[in-house]
């Protein structure tokens, strides 16, 4: 069994920072591309940010520049520092991660952590 654990989430003022965390735990392998979604009410979830397991990122249009995603491969945690942040950027952020583990490679969600940005 395979789980991630979504922290960091709140309520902050336009132009602060907060810093997602994810931490995959369970029967794991290896871990491939993990990264960020987000999904705002009345919207479709979106990628707001990847990472190869070597380091290789690709981000949105809407967050390059604001928000930095890492990951410590000896800690099966990925992060997404997020700064500058407006209100446009309130949504459920959700952690997702390519996986290989006994039952095979699949993708894995977390439980999702609310971000809320006040104006």
């Known amino acids: 069994q395979v789980h991630l654990v979504e922290s960091g989430g709140g309520l902050v003022q336009a132009g602060g920072s907060l810093r997602l965390s994810c931490a995959a735990s369970?029967?794991?392998?290896?871990?491939?591309?993990m990264g960020w979604y987000r999904q705002a009410p009345g919207k479709q979830r979106e990628l707001v940010a990847a990472?190869?397991?070597?380091?290789?990122?690709n981000y949105a249009d809407s967050v390059k520049g604001r928000f930095t995603i890492s990951r410590d491969n000896a800690k099966n945690t990925v992060y997404l520092q997020m700064n500058s942040l407006k209100s446009e950027d309130t949504a459920v952020y959700y952690c997702?991660?390519?996986?290989?583990?006994?039952?095979?490679?699949?993708?894995?969600w977390g439980q999702g952590t609310q971000v809320t940005v006040s104006s």
């Open positions: 997702n991660a390519d996986i290989s583990s006994w039952g095979g490679s699949h993708d894995y």
């Open positions: 990472i190869t397991s070597g380091g290789s990122t």
């Open positions: 369970g029967s794991i392998f290896s871990i491939n591309a």
